[in-house]
């Protein structure tokens, strides 16, 4: 009875995320801030070195980590580099009250359903994809501190470079 | 018999758990679903507590040892 019940918690601890090295998994969500039904495709963006950030208002590391990625992407924008946010809030209210709290310019996408957080296996919130020009994924940054912006911006300028 | 019936029971009440996803977090992350909802009620508490106890510490947070409260 009791190895049936070990057995019952560990059965969903199974599905790992995607790791650095593979191919990030398509996306294709509507935007955030649009009110229309304008949908954005992580495709689109082929050819630029991306930062896809899962975020949510309830996420008090989000909180910290956007401030930061406009201003990277402020400065590393002209040199090929893009963020696209995808909010995972349940109330759309909410994700639009932080974005009037901390405006970002960067395309946010919204997803209510939870399908792409699930297919990206994200571990936890807010999780961060270095994608390169090519669609692999080459860092996976899991929660947000003031000091990770360093060592990551480090990170974004050596796929840049490349 | 009575016995399986009873495990069959608990395996029934067990299809009902599920594991709260990252991004499924947002009503745990509410301030009134916190073991402790306001800091600094919180901490008035636990003031107020090792005042009134003549005793300090335990509370999980920094203090006591001066003498002065």
Redesign the interface.
Known sequence: ?LL??LG?LAL?AGAAGVQAGQAAPPLSLPLLSAGSPAVFTLASLQGKVVYLD?W????GPCRVSFPQLEQLRRELGPRGFEVLAVN????EA?ALRFLQEVPVTYPVVRDAT?ET??SYG????P?GFLIDRSGVIRLVHQGYRKSDGAALRASIMEVLGE | MKQLAIYLFVLLCLSGCETVQPWERGTLAKREMQWQPDPMETSLQAQVNSSKEASSGGQGAAGGGCGCN
Do not use: K, N, Y
Not at chain 1, 56 to 59: K, T, V
Not at chain 1, 88 to 91: A, P, R, S
């Open positions: 009875m049936c019940l019952l969903p899962f949510a208002s309830w996420c995972v809030d349940e109330v909410d939870g957080p699930r994200i571990p936890g919130m999780t």
